[in-house]
């Protein structure tokens, strides 16, 4: 028996590929399929079967590409009714992968067709569960993003509280857990940056599985401090139901090389320039009315998070050799309108005799130095600025900037910060984009600050106060 964890940093995700006796079956895989099949080919193995926990929000699945090239058989469990051929299997069915069986337990409240696959190995003992978004490492899946339900969150949340006790705390404690994300997935609040563990640890450390916890007190607390999802959640989860364009023909329109004149052509006609960079080199000279999202960060999110439209066309410019990488990258969120990258990318642009645009970038010294002179915008999330933050910053959260564009003087000066810079430098691409003239990137960002005598405020517990 052979289990591999396959998990992708920039999504925080994990997909297996789980073989016995040369059948092989993948949970969760990713929208590219080559790694897997690849895979199975190197070890003189077939695919059996797909397994797929639930309608992910934050990804499109490989699913139904991976099915189409090599014959398998897509899994989902009770509750499902996807638009394409599947098994929808029953409540602890079995299915067979060599002299390994994998078992369906049925774990609503993530989603109501979320299910846990336990995997019993060659000697019928209980090995390990595949938990998806039902049970993290430190945490469990949010109960607000099923596709279109008549249950609330809190309905959902009950639904989770039983599945935990009754069909995952039952089994035994040195059984391993597989979840399908680990730290820096928007699927859960609280998840840890292990992506591997045993359920007994589980049962000691994760809050959500404490043994005195009342129903009414795990929906309290899974459902209190829920910040929305990203707004492209419920557009992969419908792609994810109802089945997508095959990934390898966006491949093909995606990487392909466009000349200055080709390039300036489609973004008159409409196409989003999308720089993906490091926000070093983009600060330096970018194209105007480019959006950077490098990617060298967590860049499937970013873009998911402010490109609202799924079908938005897209034009690139990439690191030389990361064109393939970056047009795979979106359409693992679902944007597979992306039409080629401009080839030569920033210095063909200026060969053409076009100017290019700058951000100003200042130290963390120079802006503790000038406290009270400058006004410092902190996109950061609500939870990093309400445990500390420089005095008299405004805040104004990039993951929900596009919902108020308008919300500072766009004429004004702004020096901006997030943590370390990735995202300030996102940010003041974003506000450049609609009409923003005046904004500055502090370098290093709040972890440069901190380091200086700026000061700055920290929010303090209630209860802690005397």
């Known amino acids: 028996m052979k289990i591999e964890q396959l998990y992708t940093k920039c999504l925080a995700e994990a997909a297996y590929y789980i073989e016995s006796e040369g059948e092989v079956a993948i949970i969760d895989p990713l929208r590219e399929t080559e790694p897997y099949i690849e895979m199975a080919e190197l070890n003189g193995a077939k695919i059996k079967y797909i397994f797929e926990t639930h309608f992910h929000a934050d990804f499109v699945s490989g699913h139904v590409d991976l099915a189409k090239k090599t014959g398998a058989k897509i899994i989902y469990g009770p509750k499902a009714n996807p638009n394409y051929e599947v098994i929808v299997a029953e409540d602890n069915q079995e299915f067979k992968i060599g002299k390994i069986t994998i078992k369906v337990l049925h774990t609503p409240g993530h989603t109501p067709e979320s299910s846990t696959y336990l995997l019993i190995d060659e000697s019928g003992k209980e090995h390990a569960i595949f938990t998806g978004d039902t049970l993290f490492l430190g945490d469990v899946g949010r109960p607000d993003l099923a596709i279109k339900s008549d249950l609330t969150q809190e309905d959902l949340a009950g639904m989770l509280y039983d599945s935990l006790r009754n069909r995952i705390m039952t089994l035994p404690d040195d059984v391993i857990v597989y979840p399908g994300h680990?730290?820096?997935s928007a699927c859960g609040k609280n998840m840890s940056s292990e992506t591997v563990g045993t359920l007994g640890?589980?049962?000691?450390?994760?809050?959500?599985?404490?043994?005195?916890?009342?129903?009414?007190e795990f929906i309290e607390e899974v459902t209190t401090g829920i910040l929305p999802p990203p707004q492209y959640f419920p557009k992969n989860a419908l792609m994810n139901k109802m089945g997508y364009d095959s990934f390898d023909e966006v491949l093909d329109k995606g990487?392909?090389?466009l000349d200055i004149n080709e390039f300036m052509k489609e973004v008159e006609e409409g196409a989003l320039i999308l720089d993906v960079r490091t926000q070093g080199e983009f600060i330096k000279g970018f194209i105007p009315n480019s959006l950077f999202i490098g990617l060298n960060g967590t860049f499937a999110m970013w873009v998911g998070a402010l490109i609202e439209d799924l079908n938005q066309k897209i034009v690139l410019i990439t690191p030389e050799g990361k064109e393939e990488e970056t047009v795979t990258r979106l359409a693992r969120v679902g944007y597979d309108n992306t039409v080629g990258f401009l080839k030569g990318g920033i210095k063909a642009y200026e060969a053409a005799g076009n100017k290019l645009n700058v951000i100003k970038s200042v130290s963390a010294e120079e802006v503790a130095q000038h406290f009270g002179e400058y006004e410092i915008v902190d996109?950061?999330?609500?939870?990093?600025?309400?445990?500390?933050h420089v005095e008299s910053a405004i805040h104004y959260a990039l993951d929900y900037m596009n919902e108020?564009?308008?919300k500072l003087d766009k004429h004004a000066t702004y020096h901006v910060h997030c943590a370390g810079g990735y995202r300030s430098v996102i940010a003041i691409s974003l506000l450049m984009q609609n009409g923003y003239t005046n904004l500055v990137d502090i370098d290093g960002g709040f972890a440069a600050l901190k380091k200086t005598n700026i000061p700055r405020t920290a929010y303090v517990c209630p209860s802690t106060l005397k």
């Open 182 to 184: 680990g730290a820096g």
């Open 201 to 216: 640890e589980q049962k000691k450390n994760n809050y959500a599985l404490r043994a005195d916890m009342t129903k009414d």
């Open 255 to 257: 990487n392909r090389a």
């Open 379 to 388: 996109v950061r999330k609500p939870g990093e600025f309400t445990s500390e």
């Open 404 to 406: 108020d564009l308008n």
